[in-house]
């Protein structure tokens, strides 16, 4: 129980108070118009009228929040700032897309809400219209507001504004399905950014005040006068005519603060990616793996972090987000990228990965850069005992910590928190083992002669293997190194007992906080939360850290 608070105690607060307020502005909008103010407004519009509203300010609360998870400069910022205070708290920050994804997911439902009960108002609208018998008070009503169904659908401020936000959420929301993302990335980024769109009509969808409430109820009392509707106005009679106004447009107030802060974001960044980027090296590695070193002035890195790389040969719009292999004491950065799409694959021809011939420095690609960003490996070395998890590619980020550690004890023999590092690494098909192979066998041979083997643990996984590799392996398995790799560490085969390493480790390192750091599918996230959770014991705890951008 106090490592699943330790892990989750604060996100479920975050969440709880998110939802807290939600249900309050419903609760309170939806009993503001049930009053007497409101009370004509819902004999001409049904009482589907509360049902529009509340999630009307809900959206306006909820759309305020939409843009702050994405704010990455706002972030590393913040993230900066408290973490010397709590760690905790800035792990949170950490679950920014999370957090974004689920304010997306509350948008859609009260703009859902909000839709259908202005398709019940409508209808009851259109009826009351159609019925064109001043003897029915909804008919009076009509003539006093002077507003026309099909007027307010299209010719309107509201009506535009409405259809148009409406369909702009709906290929945000679609398009940004994980299906898609993932086989489809540049149709979810180029219609993601509609949220442009959304955000200036959401703005100007309130200027037409075409929902209005009663505003003379001293002078005109709707339950005393209600009755009386054929008389109102005349001589003689203590029922005036109702007078009507809308409310002032107040989504502007919630949105601008946020709006005026992602402006300010774009402007860091695109100043930031105008600084000169120098690719100095290009290394193709096996499995179409590319690795770019590259100098800009000023950069400064930490552990874990990542970049967003534009290529303007390649796509002049495109942003996309790589991991840092390199350390903060080389003096270059670098990233490795997976060709697994189109702008990869653009990428990958651009700097010659299809040719045979080396190309000259200034044949290649022009590059820009933006970062970097902070993610939850920073972290790293402020805990004694710490798991790296990497599947695939996703063993990017460890490699910059790893090389840091050899630089750090090795190089130049400083002293770090850390005493202890678990890696695990887990790959689909033998050629991916082969660019980071070499940074673990000097790893292995440093740690050895500087009497530090125990330091650095590392388990790697084959988790596919054809048949005739299978073979070649059962031969060379007594050999003094590993066929694959060249580690003197063997390849293990298939998928760990993550159930028996936690338990081995917990019982290594009673009285310890673990550090548990995963870049890898989120099937496997919710694996290692999961013992993360149950493994907690005899002291031990185990805290679940995840690279999320």
Avoid at 39 to 57: E, H, I, K, M, N
Avoid at 394 to 422: C, D, H
Wanted: charged content about 15%.
């Amino acid at each position: 129980m106090g490592n699943f608070a330790a892990n989750e105690g604060l996100s479920i607060f975050v969440i709880l108070v998110w939802l807290g307020i939600n249900a309050f502005l419903f609760v309170h909008f939806y009993m503001a118009f049930l009053t007497d103010k409101w009370f004509y407004t819902r004999v001409l519009l049904g009482q589907a009228l509360s049902w529009a509203r509340a999630p009307a300010a809900c959206l306006n609360f909820n759309c305020m929040l939409i843009l702050l998870p994405v704010c990455r400069n706002l972030l590393s910022f913040l993230r900066g700032s408290i973490q010397h205070c709590s760690r905790t708290a800035a792990r949170q920050l950490d679950r920014n897309l999370t957090f974004h994804k689920l304010v997306a997911y509350m948008i859609g439902f009260h703009t859902a809400v909000h839709i259908v009960a202005h398709l019940f108002n409508f209808e009851w609208f259109m009826g009351a219209q159609l019925d064109r018998n001043s003897s029915l008070l909804p008919f009076v009503l009509i003539v006093i507001n002077i507003i026309n169904p099909t007027i307010v659908m299209f010719t309107t401020i509201a009506g535009l504004t409405g259809v148009v936000i409406t369909l702009a959420l709906i290929l945000i929301i679609t398009s940004s399905m994980e299906v898609i993302r993932r086989s489809y990335f540049e149709v979810f980024w180029y219609t993601h950014h509609l949220f442009v769109i959304f955000f200036i009509g959401l703005v100007f969808h309130g200027f037409g005040r075409i929902v209005r409430g009663q505003t003379n109820l001293q002078a005109h009392n709707p339950f005393q006068c209600r009755d009386h509707f054929e008389t109102w106005g005349e001589n003689g009679t203590f029922c005036p005519k109702p007078e009507f106004a809308g409310n002032p447009p107040m989504t502007w107030k919630w949105v601008v603060g946020p709006m005026i802060l992602y402006v300010c974001e774009r402007m860091v960044r695109f100043y930031r990616s105008q600084q000169k980027v120098v690719i100095t090296k290009v290394v193709m590695h096996p499995s179409k793996t590319l690795e770019l070193q590259m100098k800009m002035k000023g950069f400064k890195m930490e552990v874990g972090q990542y970049v967003f790389m534009q290529c303007p040969p390649v796509s002049a719009l495109e942003w996309h987000p790589f991991t840092l292999t390199s350390a903060p004491e080389e003096d270059h950065f670098s990233v490795h990228i997976r060709i697994v799409g189109d702008w990869t694959q653009g990428l990958y021809e651009a700097c010659g990965g299809d040719k045979d011939e080396t190309q000259d420095a200034w044949e290649l690609p022009k590059m820009l850069i933006d970062g970097p960003f902070g993610t939850a490996s920073e972290d790293v070395f402020n805990y004694e005992v710490v798991m790296l998890v990497g599947a695939g590619i996703g063993v990017t980020p460890f490699a910059s910590i790893l090389k840091s550690v050899w630089y750090k004890t090795i190089q130049q023999n400083q002293n770090v928190f850390t005493k202890k590092i678990y890696f695990y690494w887990l790959c689909p098909e033998t050629q991916a083992f082969e660019w980071f192979a070499d940074l673990l066998q000097s790893l292995e041979r440093q740690m050895t002669s500087k009497n530090m083997a125990d330091f650095l643990s590392y388990n790697i996984y084959l988790t596919r293997w054809k048949e005739n590799e299978a073979a070649h392996f059962r031969v060379h398995h007594e050999a003094e190194n590993d066929p694959i790799t060249g580690l003197k560490q063997k390849t293990l085969y298939g998928k760990p007992n993550w159930d028996n390493e936690f338990s081995t480790i917990g019982t290594k390192h009673p009285n310890t906080k673990v550090g548990v750091f995963l870049c890898g599918p989120t099937m496997l996230g919710k694996a290692l939360e999961k013992q993360c959770l149950s493994h907690s014991e005899a002291g031990v705890k185990f805290i679940f850290n995840k690279e999320n951008f």
